[in-house]
Protein backbone atom coordinates (compact mmCIF):
# COMPACT_ATOMS: atom_id res chain seq x y z
CA UNK A 1 0.00 0.00 0.00
CA UNK A 2 1.04 3.52 -0.65
CA UNK A 3 2.52 5.34 2.07
CA UNK A 4 -0.06 7.74 3.06
CA UNK A 5 -1.23 8.94 6.32
CA UNK A 6 -4.61 11.78 6.91
CA UNK A 7 -4.50 13.10 10.12
CA UNK A 8 -7.01 13.22 12.04
CA UNK A 9 -8.66 10.82 10.68
CA UNK A 10 -12.26 12.14 13.27
CA UNK A 11 -12.72 15.44 13.63
CA UNK A 12 -15.99 17.14 15.21
CA UNK A 13 -15.44 20.85 15.15
CA UNK A 14 -18.23 24.01 15.41
CA UNK A 15 -19.14 26.30 13.01
CA UNK A 16 -16.79 29.25 12.48
CA UNK A 17 -13.48 27.44 13.66
CA UNK A 18 -10.56 27.03 11.59
CA UNK A 19 -9.19 23.25 10.92
CA UNK A 20 -6.75 22.05 9.54
CA UNK A 21 -5.94 18.28 7.60
CA UNK A 22 -2.91 17.16 7.23
CA UNK A 23 -1.57 14.52 4.14
CA UNK A 24 1.20 13.33 4.72
CA UNK A 25 3.29 10.77 2.32
CA UNK A 26 6.67 8.63 2.09
CA UNK A 27 6.68 7.78 -1.85
CA UNK A 28 7.88 11.19 -2.55
CA UNK A 29 5.29 11.67 -5.17
CA UNK A 30 5.20 14.75 -6.77
CA UNK A 31 1.27 15.27 -7.34
CA UNK A 32 -0.90 15.20 -4.59
CA UNK A 33 -4.74 15.51 -4.32
CA UNK A 34 -7.38 16.77 -1.63
CA UNK A 35 -11.12 15.58 -2.77
CA UNK A 36 -14.16 15.50 -0.92
CA UNK A 37 -16.45 12.76 -1.34
CA UNK A 38 -20.72 13.56 -0.05
CA UNK A 39 -23.28 10.83 -0.97
CA UNK A 40 -24.46 11.74 -4.46
CA UNK A 41 -21.57 13.32 -5.65
CA UNK A 42 -19.03 11.32 -5.40
CA UNK A 43 -15.63 12.50 -5.04
CA UNK A 44 -15.12 16.19 -6.19
CA UNK A 45 -11.49 17.58 -6.35
CA UNK A 46 -10.96 20.70 -3.90
CA UNK A 47 -7.06 21.55 -4.72
CA UNK A 48 -3.99 20.06 -5.97
CA UNK A 49 -0.42 20.43 -5.96
CA UNK A 50 1.93 19.53 -8.77
CA UNK A 51 4.89 20.23 -6.78
CA UNK A 52 6.49 22.13 -3.31
CA UNK A 53 4.63 25.57 -3.32
CA UNK A 54 2.83 24.30 -6.71
CA UNK A 55 -0.71 24.24 -6.42
CA UNK A 56 -3.71 24.50 -8.05
CA UNK A 57 -7.58 24.69 -7.59
CA UNK A 58 -10.40 22.01 -8.37
CA UNK A 59 -13.64 22.26 -8.74
CA UNK A 60 -14.55 22.73 -5.37
CA UNK A 61 -11.88 25.16 -4.01
CA UNK A 62 -14.55 28.05 -2.03
CA UNK A 63 -13.29 27.88 1.53
CA UNK A 64 -10.33 25.97 1.69
CA UNK A 65 -6.54 26.77 1.18
CA UNK A 66 -3.46 24.10 0.81
CA UNK A 67 -0.20 24.49 1.52
CA UNK A 68 2.96 22.55 0.43
CA UNK A 69 6.07 23.63 2.11
CA UNK A 70 7.74 20.21 1.27
CA UNK A 71 6.77 17.32 -0.90
CA UNK A 72 5.67 15.42 2.08
CA UNK A 73 3.06 17.43 3.46
CA UNK A 74 -0.09 18.84 1.72
CA UNK A 75 -2.13 20.64 4.36
CA UNK A 76 -6.27 21.52 3.61
CA UNK A 77 -7.18 24.31 5.99
CA UNK A 78 -10.71 25.47 6.26
CA UNK A 79 -10.42 28.94 7.39
CA UNK A 80 -13.76 29.72 9.33
CA UNK A 81 -15.67 25.77 8.82
CA UNK A 82 -19.64 25.52 7.76
CA UNK A 83 -21.61 23.16 8.29
CA UNK A 84 -21.82 22.55 4.26
CA UNK A 85 -17.82 21.36 4.64
CA UNK A 86 -19.37 18.84 6.68
CA UNK A 87 -17.90 15.85 4.44
CA UNK A 88 -15.29 12.96 4.14
CA UNK A 89 -12.07 14.42 2.99
CA UNK A 90 -9.59 12.29 0.86
CA UNK A 91 -5.81 12.53 0.26
CA UNK A 92 -4.66 11.40 -3.14
CA UNK A 93 -1.22 11.02 -4.74
CA UNK A 94 0.21 10.18 -7.49
CA UNK A 95 3.62 9.75 -9.07
CA UNK A 96 3.42 11.44 -12.25
CA UNK A 97 0.67 13.28 -14.60
CA UNK A 98 -2.21 11.90 -15.94
CA UNK A 99 -0.75 10.98 -19.31
CA UNK A 100 1.32 8.30 -18.01
CA UNK A 101 -0.38 4.96 -16.36
CA UNK A 102 0.22 5.48 -12.62
CA UNK A 103 -3.11 6.07 -10.72
CA UNK A 104 -3.56 8.26 -7.35
CA UNK A 105 -3.40 6.03 -4.53
CA UNK A 106 -5.83 7.74 -1.72
CA UNK A 107 -5.37 8.09 2.08
CA UNK A 108 -8.13 6.52 4.65
CA UNK A 109 -9.89 9.54 4.24
CA UNK A 110 -11.17 11.70 7.51
CA UNK A 111 -14.65 12.04 8.62
CA UNK A 112 -15.30 16.42 9.61
CA UNK A 113 -18.28 16.92 11.51
CA UNK A 114 -19.10 20.89 11.62
CA UNK A 115 -21.85 21.70 14.27
CA UNK B 1 -17.27 20.72 -18.40
CA UNK B 2 -15.97 17.10 -18.05
CA UNK B 3 -18.28 15.22 -17.06
CA UNK B 4 -18.32 11.01 -15.99
CA UNK B 5 -21.26 9.29 -15.86
CA UNK B 6 -22.42 6.04 -14.12
CA UNK B 7 -26.04 5.66 -14.81
CA UNK B 8 -26.41 2.78 -12.39
CA UNK B 9 -26.67 4.35 -9.14
CA UNK B 10 -27.22 0.71 -7.16
CA UNK B 11 -26.93 -2.72 -8.67
CA UNK B 12 -27.16 -6.28 -6.69
CA UNK B 13 -26.01 -9.60 -8.03
CA UNK B 14 -25.89 -13.04 -6.88
CA UNK B 15 -23.02 -14.72 -5.59
CA UNK B 16 -20.56 -16.40 -8.18
CA UNK B 17 -22.58 -14.63 -11.22
CA UNK B 18 -21.38 -11.66 -13.30
CA UNK B 19 -22.49 -8.29 -13.24
CA UNK B 20 -21.64 -4.95 -15.79
CA UNK B 21 -20.91 -1.82 -14.60
CA UNK B 22 -21.85 1.16 -16.87
CA UNK B 23 -19.37 4.38 -17.74
CA UNK B 24 -19.45 6.70 -20.15
CA UNK B 25 -17.14 9.98 -20.06
CA UNK B 26 -16.34 12.75 -22.52
CA UNK B 27 -12.65 13.55 -22.29
CA UNK B 28 -11.08 15.13 -25.49
CA UNK B 29 -7.61 13.85 -24.87
CA UNK B 30 -6.25 11.41 -27.49
CA UNK B 31 -4.16 9.22 -25.38
CA UNK B 32 -5.00 9.25 -21.55
CA UNK B 33 -5.45 6.57 -18.96
CA UNK B 34 -9.27 4.98 -17.53
CA UNK B 35 -9.51 4.18 -13.74
CA UNK B 36 -11.92 2.60 -11.71
CA UNK B 37 -11.90 2.25 -7.93
CA UNK B 38 -13.44 0.57 -5.39
CA UNK B 39 -14.18 1.38 -1.85
CA UNK B 40 -15.45 -0.67 0.21
CA UNK B 41 -17.59 -0.15 3.78
CA UNK B 42 -14.02 0.18 5.45
CA UNK B 43 -13.96 3.64 3.20
CA UNK B 44 -10.67 3.06 1.69
CA UNK B 45 -10.47 3.84 -2.15
CA UNK B 46 -8.69 0.77 -3.85
CA UNK B 47 -7.57 1.22 -7.55
CA UNK B 48 -9.43 -1.89 -9.76
CA UNK B 49 -8.19 -1.60 -12.82
CA UNK B 50 -6.47 0.77 -15.34
CA UNK B 51 -7.15 1.03 -19.23
CA UNK B 52 -4.88 2.61 -21.74
CA UNK B 53 -6.96 4.23 -24.28
CA UNK B 54 -4.97 3.50 -27.18
CA UNK B 55 -5.14 0.32 -26.57
CA UNK B 56 -7.29 -2.04 -29.16
CA UNK B 57 -7.00 -4.68 -26.10
CA UNK B 58 -9.90 -4.66 -22.52
CA UNK B 59 -7.26 -4.44 -19.73
CA UNK B 60 -8.18 -7.57 -17.58
CA UNK B 61 -6.94 -8.08 -13.70
CA UNK B 62 -8.42 -11.66 -12.60
CA UNK B 63 -12.06 -12.00 -12.05
CA UNK B 64 -12.05 -8.29 -13.48
CA UNK B 65 -12.23 -6.87 -16.64
CA UNK B 66 -13.01 -3.90 -18.90
CA UNK B 67 -15.37 -3.26 -21.67
CA UNK B 68 -13.96 -0.25 -23.67
CA UNK B 69 -15.24 1.30 -26.58
CA UNK B 70 -13.09 4.28 -27.59
CA UNK B 71 -15.54 5.82 -30.04
CA UNK B 72 -18.39 5.65 -28.36
CA UNK B 73 -16.30 6.71 -24.64
CA UNK B 74 -17.75 3.95 -22.90
CA UNK B 75 -15.61 2.14 -20.26
CA UNK B 76 -17.75 -0.47 -18.45
CA UNK B 77 -16.62 -2.78 -15.73
CA UNK B 78 -17.38 -6.88 -15.58
CA UNK B 79 -16.78 -8.52 -12.43
CA UNK B 80 -16.64 -12.19 -12.77
CA UNK B 81 -17.92 -14.82 -10.40
CA UNK B 82 -19.26 -12.08 -7.98
CA UNK B 83 -17.86 -12.80 -4.15
CA UNK B 84 -19.41 -10.78 -1.29
CA UNK B 85 -16.06 -8.99 -0.73
CA UNK B 86 -17.30 -7.31 -3.73
CA UNK B 87 -19.85 -5.31 -2.52
CA UNK B 88 -18.95 -1.84 -2.24
CA UNK B 89 -19.16 1.27 -4.16
CA UNK B 90 -17.64 1.96 -7.54
CA UNK B 91 -15.82 4.84 -9.14
CA UNK B 92 -15.17 5.42 -12.77
CA UNK B 93 -12.72 8.29 -13.38
CA UNK B 94 -11.45 9.85 -16.55
CA UNK B 95 -8.67 12.62 -16.68
CA UNK B 96 -9.29 15.94 -17.54
CA UNK B 97 -7.98 17.74 -20.70
CA UNK B 98 -4.11 19.41 -20.14
CA UNK B 99 -4.28 18.69 -16.54
CA UNK B 100 -3.04 16.50 -13.51
CA UNK B 101 -6.94 16.04 -12.52
CA UNK B 102 -9.17 13.13 -12.57
CA UNK B 103 -12.99 13.07 -12.69
CA UNK B 104 -15.14 10.92 -10.57
CA UNK B 105 -18.60 9.37 -11.59
CA UNK B 106 -20.92 9.77 -8.74
CA UNK B 107 -20.66 5.67 -8.47
CA UNK B 108 -22.45 2.62 -8.24
CA UNK B 109 -23.25 0.97 -5.37
CA UNK B 110 -22.99 -2.90 -5.82
CA UNK B 111 -24.40 -5.36 -3.42
CA UNK B 112 -23.40 -9.21 -3.75
CA UNK B 113 -26.07 -11.42 -1.90
CA UNK B 114 -25.39 -14.80 -0.60
Known amino acids: DAGITQSPRHKVTETGTPVTLRCHQT?????MYWYRQDPGHGLRLIHYSYGVKDTDKGEVSDGYSVSRSKTEDFLLTLESATSSQTSVYFCAISESGLLSNQPQHFGDGTRLSIL | AQTVTQSQPEMSVQEAETVTLSCTYD???????LFWYKQPPSRQMILVIR??????QNATENRFSVNFQKAAKSFSLKISDSQLGDTAMYFC???????????FGKGTLLTVNP
Open chain 2, 93 to 103: ASPQRFTYKLT
Open chain 1, 27 to 31: ENHRY
Open chain 2, 27 to 33: TSENNYY
Open chain 2, 51 to 56: QEAYKQ
